[in-house]
């Protein structure tokens, strides 16, 4: 059992990576179009805006994640779901933060407005992409079948 699992992993990253990329799409597609219709350079509004954008690539990487990637682990129980929810706000918060922190350093350089908030706002994705990979393989579609 334990060779099927090392085999699946690479598969699992290669399937978490392309649907990362969809939701990198959803992410900063949103993002961008929040920005147009409410230009800001205010904190608390991007960080407000941020938030919708990463919820609903969060919403589109449950769905996906739990139909592909994580199928064989994914039961679709209320622990299961809590559990998404609790890495999605904890990845929420190292994608904003980064984000924020990323704009203000990218601002010291004097990087116009549009391509400062997407380059942070790539700095971020990364940053909890990679996090929540780990906290979703281990957490919360961990293959308890898989130790039985």
Same mark, same amino acid.
């Given at each position: 059992?334990?060779?099927?699992?090392?085999?699946?992993?690479p598969?699992?990253?290669?399937?978490?990576?392309? &649907?990362?990329?969809?939701? !990198? =799409?959803?992410?900063?597609?949103?993002? %961008?179009? *929040?920005?147009? @219709?409410?230009?800001?350079? /205010?904190?608390?509004?991007l960080?407000?805006?941020n938030? &919708?954008?990463y919820s609903? !690539? =969060?919403?589109?990487s449950?769905?996906? %994640?739990? *139909?592909?990637? @994580?199928?064989?682990?994914? /039961?679709?129980?209320?622990?299961?779901?809590?559990?998404?929810?609790?890495?999605?706000?904890?990845?929420?918060l190292?994608?904003?933060?980064?984000f *924020?922190?990323?704009?203000?350093?990218?601002?010291l350089f004097?990087?116009?407005?549009?391509?400062?908030?997407?380059?942070?706002k790539?700095?971020?994705?990364?940053?909890?992409?990679?996090?929540?990979?780990?906290?979703?393989?281990?957490?919360?579609?961990?293959?308890?079948?898989?130790?039985?």
């Open positions: 059992m334990e060779q099927k699992q090392k085999r699946r992993t598969i699992q990253t290669l399937q978490f990576s392309i &649907i990362g990329i969809a939701n !990198a =799409v959803v992410d900063i597609g949103s993002l %961008n179009l *929040l920005l147009f @219709f409410f230009p800001t350079d /205010e904190r608390w509004m960080s407000i805006l938030t &919708i954008a609903l !690539a =969060v919403a589109n449950y769905i996906w %994640n739990s *139909l592909i990637t @994580f199928r064989h682990a994914a /039961e679709g129980s209320a622990k299961q779901r809590i559990g998404f929810v609790l890495q999605g706000g904890f990845s929420l190292i994608n904003t933060g980064i *924020l922190a990323a704009n203000e350093i990218l601002k004097g990087i116009p407005d549009w391509l400062r908030y997407n380059l942070a790539g700095i971020a994705m990364f940053s909890s992409f990679t996090a929540s990979f780990f906290m979703i393989k281990y957490l919360v579609f961990k293959d308890f079948k898989q130790k039985k």
